[in-house]
């Protein structure tokens, strides 16, 4: 059974700073990993997909990496603003045996904040 | 212009009572989803339909039943509600969704928040 684990649940950081989001995955045969950002009473944006044969994808501040032997993504956030500040969700695409469909199990999400 | 919309955003009501949720894309999708995100924020799938037909069905009672009458709409019906079925409700829709690495990327809804009294 796939678990996905965010750490930490939560973060708050002054404005300007670098920071890391991490996801681990507890089986390694993905087929991609996705990061999302939600905003409150909103749904969830797409921010970066990684193929399971890419090692990183990056988007403006945004750079994210994966490591699926050892079960681990990371998302940097480079000059974190305020207007980062939201809960950050990462999943993970499996196939399911029957079906040959695929399903993201999503992680727990850390809460940031990034204050003026 | 909206790419996933979901009506109603909001939704109040009594335990025992029949609800619909409707869900439209204008991405050109294969596949739709409904996910359930509980009171701790957690995720999880309930079903997934590719081209009108049901892929996956994740142990959702039967009092959920969703139906697709074409590759842009997924409806989710839910019939004598319960006080736990009171959550946030989001449809998504991708292209491709078989388990291979062409499968692109998830689009959420809004979220429609369903609460039982």
């Known amino acids: 059974k796939q678990e996905v684990t965010q750490i930490p649940a939560a973060l708050s950081v002054p404005e300007g700073e670098n920071l890391v989001l991490n996801c681990s995955f507890t089986?390694?045969?993905?087929?991609?990993l996705q990061w999302f950002r939600q905003d409150p009473g909103k749904g969830l944006t797409s921010l970066l997909l990684?193929?399971?044969?890419?090692r990183e994808q990056t988007s403006g501040r945004l750079n994210a990496s994966l490591d699926k032997s050892s079960g681990r993504s990371t998302l940097y956030i480079a000059a974190s603003q305020p207007g980062d500040s939201a809960t950050y969700l990462c999943?993970?695409?499996?196939?399911?045996?029957?079906?040959?469909?695929?399903?993201?199990?999503f992680g727990t999400g850390t809460r940031l904040l990034v204050s003026p | 212009d909206t790419a996933v919309s979901q009506t109603p955003k909001y939704l109040v009501t009594q335990m025992g009572n029949d609800k619909s949720i409707k869900c439209e894309q204008n991405?050109?999708?294969?596949?739709m989803y409904w996910y359930k995100q509980d009171s701790k924020k957690f995720l999880k799938i309930m079903f997934s339909?590719?081209?009108?037909?049901?892929?996956i069905n994740e142990t959702v009672p039967n009092r959920f039943s969703p139906k697709s009458p074409d590759k842009a709409h997924l409806n989710l019906h839910i019939n004598s509600l319960e006080l736990g079925d009171s959550a946030v409700y989001f449809c998504?829709?991708?292209?491709?969704?078989?388990?291979?690495?062409?499968?692109?990327?998830?689009?959420f809804g809004e979220g429609s928040r369903l609460t039982v009294l």
């Open positions: 998504a829709s991708s292209q491709g969704g078989w388990a291979s690495e062409k499968t692109g990327e998830l689009f």
């Open positions: 089986d390694s045969a993905i087929y991609n």
């Open positions: 990684i193929q399971s044969s890419q």
């Open positions: 999943a993970v695409a499996r196939g399911m045996v029957n079906t040959g469909f695929q399903k993201l199990v």
């Open positions: 991405l050109g999708h294969d596949t």
């Open positions: 339909y590719n081209n009108k037909e049901l892929i």
